[in-house]
């Protein structure tokens, strides 16, 4: 999996375009890359990564199924405040969700953080 550091906006832009690179590279049509990509910074803006949240974006390739799958995890590092985010990721569901195929939100109270993954089809 590729990483992004989530420090600012332009972060947040590389990982757009990288994330839509891989998936015109994995076989997705024009409409499922602009998907996944508006749907990985969308999250992360409304995780209020780089500004409120430091964080991380990871994403891959996956070829464990029937069809290829771009897989795309925002984890943000909130300490004390996980609840926030928490809170955060899960409205981010309900307007995410129809870009996607599969949609996740943890949370961890001994690290602090909270991951939401993304994950297209290319079918």
Known sequence: MKII????EIDIVAARMEVRKLAR???FN??????ISLA?????????????????????????????QVK?????CCGEEIAAALQLGQKAIGKLRWMVD???VES???SGNVEVTLIKYTA
């Not at 550091?5 to 600012?8: D, E």
């Open 40 to 68: 990985t910074s969308s999250l992360a803006h409304f995780l209020d990564m780089g500004g409120g949240y430091n964080g991380q974006i990871r994403f891959g390739y996956l070829n464990s199924s029937q069809f290829p």
């Open 30 to 35: 024009t409409q499922s890359q602009a998907q």
């Open 25 to 27: 590279s994995v076989g």
């Open 5 to 8: 550091n989530v420090k600012g």
């Open 72 to 76: 795309v995890i925002c984890m943000v």
């Open 108 to 110: 961890s109270s001994l």
């Open 102 to 104: 599969e949609l996740y």
